[in-house]
């Protein structure tokens, strides 16, 4: 296939491992970069390979040699940047959350609906073998009938200064590490009868940040009966980001699924025997640039499509609610 000719929003840190290694495996062109500081750009640039380095991210979205935009902008700016890059005709692979609300979610999926552009919302998990196992185990029911899926994403805090304490640009527990598991549980929703049901959510808020939630714990309910849990925080001792799948003949847990390529272990237990299997350390974002590749290139169907992103940002609208909180603003660009 001819390289995907990608334009990078900004010189986030993210970029490093979640584009330019990626397309250094498959072979992407990183056409331009912009950001707010001209030197940072330029040193991005120069450390990573870009060919070339715009002024504003307008500039890069006019460029007609870039096909597809990636953007690791913060949260707020998701949503913005990525209706502009749809309005500009380009394809786009967007860090997640897609959008800061549910009303910004559903202005980018009727943007994307009517472009007839490729756009993927950057839960690169899924597309690696770990997840896809977790889900086969239900699917091929090698652990009964799915009873319960639990998830935990906490990590320490951030420096107070980061934009993911910001409430203007769409801060919190829950649209930093919190998302991921939620949109876990919905992975899930083919085995259990359909999307899992917000039954109740508890949150604390940051201090001196009035509504900036520095942890969340919410409980969801399936059709099918199944029940989920999910527990995230940005203000815990150590890293935890696990999942765990629990049938009616025994469970799977897998210690860092965010993350495979640090630790590519499925634990799965029955009744009878316990094991480990490896899926390999290939990194989640590379499994994921081949997918938006083939989106863009074949039609290849995308997981994590714009439809998927308003579900889950509506979950995640309705976590806020429940536990007393208002949804992120939009940030105005």
């Not at 394809?91 to 009517?114: F, G, I, M």
């Not at 107070?160 to 304490?165: A, F, G, I, V, Y």
Request: glycine share 8%; aromatic share 6%.
């Amino acid at each position: 296939m001819e390289p995907l000719r990608i334009g990078i929003l900004g010189a986030a840190r993210i970029a490093g491992r979640a584009i330019v290694e990626p397309a250094k495996l498959t072979g992407a062109r990183l056409v331009a970069v912009a950001a707010r500081d001209a030197d940072r750009a330029e040193a991005f640039a120069a450390e990573h390979g870009v060919e070339r380095v715009h002024a504003t991210y307008q500039d890069l979205l006019d460029d007609p040699e870039i096909e597809a935009i990636y953007n690791p902008l913060a949260n707020g700016l998701h949503g913005p940047w990525n209706l502009r890059a749809i309005a500009a005709g380009k394809h786009v692979l967007t860090e997640k959350p897609s959008a800061s609300n549910a009303t910004e979610a559903t202005q980018v999926r009727d943007a994307v609906s009517s472009s007839g552009l490729v756009f993927m919302e950057a839960f690169h998990y899924a597309y690696h073998p770990v997840m896809r196992r977790l889900q086969e185990l239900i699917a091929k029911g090698e652990l009964g009938d799915l009873q319960h899926v639990e998830a935990t994403m906490v990590m320490p805090p951030p420096p107070e200064n980061d934009p993911r304490w910001s409430l203007p640009l769409a801060g919190g527990a829950v649209m930093d590490v919190g998302c991921y598991a939620l949109h876990a549980q919905r992975m899930f929703a083919p085995y259990a009868g359909g999307a899992p049901k917000l039954i109740s959510a508890r949150a604390g808020e940051r201090k001196r940040l009035p509504g900036v939630d520095e942890w969340l714990n919410a409980d969801l309910e399936f059709p099918k009966g199944a029940t989920g849990t999910v527990r995230t925080s940005m203000a815990a001792d150590n890293v935890e980001f696990s999942l765990k799948v629990v049938g009616s003949r025994g469970e799977a847990f897998a210690p860092f699924y965010v993350l495979p390529q640090n630790d590519d272990r499925v634990i799965v237990t029955t009744k009878e025997d316990t094991w480990v299997e490896h899926l390999g350390t290939r990194t989640s974002y590379t499994y994921q640039l081949e997918a938006f590749t083939g989106a863009v290139r074949n039609g290849a169907p995308v997981i994590t499509d714009a439809d998927d992103a308003l579900a889950t940002m509506e979950l995640i609208d309705a976590c806020y609610l429940a536990a007393g909180m208002a949804p992120r603003p939009v940030t105005a660009v």
